[in-house]
């Protein structure tokens, strides 16, 4: 059996004296779809941003292909394998589509300018936006923009991604064309860890469901199990009212 | 009133050659300062926004150092105590220098203003959302590399209006240079009254000079403000 790509080990982490994270275990396989769901401020996102040593923890580690993120000398290299999408895109405003998606590729992995316009074009196309490269992303749709922020992060072929939120600041019929779009990437292999409460896009392609309130995980079960027979009263009280919507 | 306007008396010499020099003077001294002011503010206002406290310690004392001695006495203390803390022979080549009011006014007004700018630069920096950051960063940029493509770019397109005031107020705050004994365009413009008595004449001089390099300043940065516009994300205007 192939070791985990992502192994969380009794994460814990507080600012100011308010705990974000409570002994947070949880193990990703190479290929997995796994769905992170709970309530504001329940440490979904933090938990994300420790992953990548974005966040820096107290206890625990993150271990990501190997590599611990607690030990780690070199995070830009370790952070060049791990994509990461945003809730509010976080595109460079200043830049164009194509210069967005090039920057790290050329800064970071030392790829040449062509080189990387080339893998850029590449990415823009898979996610439907190659005819907007030459534009700023103010000039786009904000599920343009997203989709955009998803081709700037494959760009680095990384091998595992991270999605915070990514459909929660888009206009209902903005999130479908975001979440084909993941939908595609879920199918074609990637590992991804995904915060959403979109439960329909979970329901399709999560290979597990991850519950978090108050920092710490309350339920973990297959994606199937999760919607008919949730264990806890907590998890199935969160989902009558994502699914009801009122 | 009995004052004899001369007009032409501005374009013959010695008051040409004069104005000719105080105009140039005025110009290279704002244009040279505010370069090295612009260098140093980013510098400083990327301490003071920096994760190391010693960094930020130092941004600060910097700033409240020379934002908070008035202009004048800092070209004072620049021209008369500074060098006496240099070592003799440092302090000697100094004084031999040909031009040291001039070099004691770049630097008096390059740190003064650098401080504002500094101010500047890290209230822009504030104003940038986190997840630029956090995104930069997740992308594999080393924190250097996200500050020089990603930050900083964004924080000047931010500024450039308080750039522009900025530019405006090194050049009025050259006038101060003269107290030092620069001859820039309003000492000449003192010396021209010395020595015609025509004071009208003169100041008008000086004033059309800071008018005319204020107007071309702004005309130059509000070009720029409109390359460096960013889409979609900063209204245009002005």
Redesign the interface.
Known sequence: MTAPIIQIQDLGLAFDGFTALDGVSLDVMAGQCIVVCGPSGSGKSTLL?CV?G?ERFQRGDVVVDGTSVRDCRD???L??G???V???F?????MTVLENVT??PI???GLSKAEAERVALHYLDQVGIADQAG?????LSGGQQQRA?IA??LA?EPKVMLFDEPTSALDPEMISEVLRVMLDLARSGMTMLVVTHEMGFAREVADRIVFMDRGSIVETAGTAQFFSASQTERAREFLHKVLAKI | MNYQFNWAMLITEPYFGWIADGVLTTLHLALIAWCIAFVLGVAVGSCRVSGSAVLRLFGGAYVELFRNIPLLVQLFLWLYVAPQLLPADTRLWWNRLDSVPYWTAVIGISFYTSSRIAEQIRAAMNAIPQGQFRAALSTGLTPVQMYRHVILPYAIRIMLPAITSEFLTVFKNTALALTIGVLEITATTRKIEAWSFKGIEAYTVASLTYLATTVAVIGVMTWLERRLYIPGLIRRGG
């Open positions: 941003r990548n974005l995070l830009p290299r952070r060049r791990i994509g990461m945003f809730q509010h976080e595109l460079y405003p200043h920057l790290a800064k970071a992995k534009k700023h992303p103010g000039r922020a700037r992060a680095l």
